[in-house]
């Protein structure tokens, strides 16, 4: 079961003090990289948001949206700066002196100057904290890995129908590569008869050229590496576990073979599905860009 390195997950957790809100959204990456937006009152806890992001993913660069909303009063709490407000005062009686003015401080006076009285949340357990927001977190990494599943399954459907033409083309070559030899073989013997007249062919020494030129043009290691690789391909995409970067290697490899298959054959036709061949092999290296 592949997934798709792009996704997005939603989740909240919600009861009468707090409400949690986490999305998810990623997109190709070569490793894993999270991306923490958290409140300030939960950056204490971006090491634990990580690690257990890392339960469910694996590779992709995946922005993380985390937001608190406090839904109560019972954990806010008023605070009075007796300390400044007592300055305040020193100052504004200080003031009437020296200017010759009326004192007319009044107490409303003094609690609408700045800190006088501010409002502050209590500190909140962090244990139940965690297991909140751990909730919010862990309902949008299931959907976010839905998400991947379902693309992942659409990207191993269009993969095996490609790797199933790729073993056509396969087959074509391995099909025609004998018949190459047998027109060489009759167009060598033609030219020389052609050349010679009359006169008997050397047997051997033909057999001999027709020997080299088939040694040279031999694509049997080729297609049989082809083969295997297209097939290891079909079983990684069988695998439970990430299988990305395997397969990255594998089109290397598949793309390597076909580019001696094209180095080695003077044929037209063998020509046309080797560039056919490297074509299909570039579009599913693009499509395992998107595999996690």
Known sequence: MIKSMTGFGHGEFCNEQRKFTVELKSVNHRYLDLSLKLPKSLSSFDAAVRQELRRYITR??????????????????VIYNRELASRYLAHLRTMAQEFGLEDD????????LPEVFTMEE?????????????????AAA??????????GANLKKD????LDGMLRMVDFIDERSPQIIAEYREKIG????EILGDTQVDEGRLLTEVT???????????????????GAVKAELEKEESVGRKLDFLAQEMNREANTILSKTTDIEISARGVDLKTEIEKVREQIQNIE
Do not use: P
């Not at 500190?123 to 909140?132: F, R, V």
């Not at 993969?159 to 490609?162: A, I, P, Q």
């Not at 030129?213 to 290691?221: G, I, L, P, Q, Y």
């Open 142 to 151: 299931e959907m976010f890995v839905k998400a991947r599943v379902a693309e």
């Open 122 to 138: 209590e500190e909140s357990d962090q244990e139940e904290l965690w297991l909140e927001l751990k909730s919010a977190l862990d």
């Open 159 to 162: 993969l095996c129908e490609k």
């Open 105 to 112: 401080t009044r107490v409303s006076t003094i609690a609408r």
């Open 60 to 77: 992709g660069k995946v922005d993380v949206y985390v937001t608190m909303e406090n839904l109560s009063e019972k954990n806010t709490q």
């Open 190 to 193: 033609a030219r020389v008869r």
């Open 212 to 230: 080299i030129f088939a040694d040279k043009v031999c694509v049997d290691e080729e297609i049989v590496r082809l083969r295997s690789h297209i």
